[in-house]
C-alpha cells in the first residue's frame, strides 16, 4: 500500500471525504468540523492536517478567536474525485461507505433519484451523458453553501458512471 497515490490514500477515509465536502461551500476550522461531525477536536485536527498535506485543503483565514488564533480551511477547488483517482477499489469503498452511512439518514419520504445499472449503449451516447454527469456535479458543488445555512436542505449524493470491461469476451 505504500506505492499508492497519497491523494488517494487521504480521501481513502470516510470522515476526511465528508470533511471535504463540508469544506467545499466555505471555509470551516477544525472546531466548527468536529461539532458538525461529532467528533473531537484533536481527530478533526488531524484529518484536516492530512487533508492539507496532500493540498486538497488550504489555509482560508485565520482570526483571533477567545485569545487563540483559529484557522480556517477550504477545499482546493478542482476535482480530486475525477477520472484519475475514480478507478481505484479503495476510492469505491469509501464511496459506498459514505452512501451507506447518507442512506441511513435520508429523510423519510422525500423525492430522490436512485439507479443501479450496468448497461450496453453507444460510445458517443456514454460521452454524451457522462458529460452532462459531471456538468450537473459541477453545478451542484457551485449551488453548495455552508453547513445549516438557511434556506438550504442536506443532500447525499454519489456518483461513479464508468465504462465496464467485457468479460464474457475474454472467456470466449
Not at 138 to 158: D, I, K, N, Q, Y
Request: aromatic content about 2%.
Amino acid at each position: 500500500m505504500t506505492d499508492t497515490d497519497p491523494v488517494l490514500r487521504a480521501l481513502a477515509h470516510p470522515l476526511r471525504l465528508r470533511m471535504l465536502s463540508l469544506l467545499w461551500p466555505g471555509p470551516m476550522s477544525a472546531a466548527e468540523l468536529s461539532r458538525e461531525l461529532d467528533v473531537s477536536h484533536a481527530l478533526a485536527s488531524q484529518h484536516l492536517r492530512r487533508l492539507d498535506a496532500v493540498g486538497l485543503v488550504e489555509l482560508a483565514e485565520e482570526r483571533t478567536r477567545r485569545g487563540g488564533r483559529e484557522r480556517r480551511y477550504r477545499a482546493v477547488r478542482g476535482t480530486p474525485l475525477s477520472d484519475q483517482h475514480g478507478g481505484t477499489p479503495m476510492l469505491a469503498e469509501t464511496m459506498a461507505h459514505a452512501l451507506r452511512e447518507r442512506a441511513g439518514r435520508r429523510l423519510e419520504g422525500a423525492e430522490g433519484v436512485t439507479v443501479d445499472a450496468e448497461l450496453w449503449v453507444d460510445p458517443q451516447i456514454w460521452q454524451d451523458v457522462r458529460s452532462r454527469l459531471a456538468e450537473l456535479a459541477v453545478e451542484l458543488h457551485e449551488a453548495a453553501r455552508p453547513a445549516h445555512t438557511p434556506g438550504t436542505v442536506p443532500l447525499g449524493v454519489s456518483l461513479m458512471a464508468f465504462p465496464l470491461r467485457d468479460t464474457t469476451a475474454s472467456e470466449g
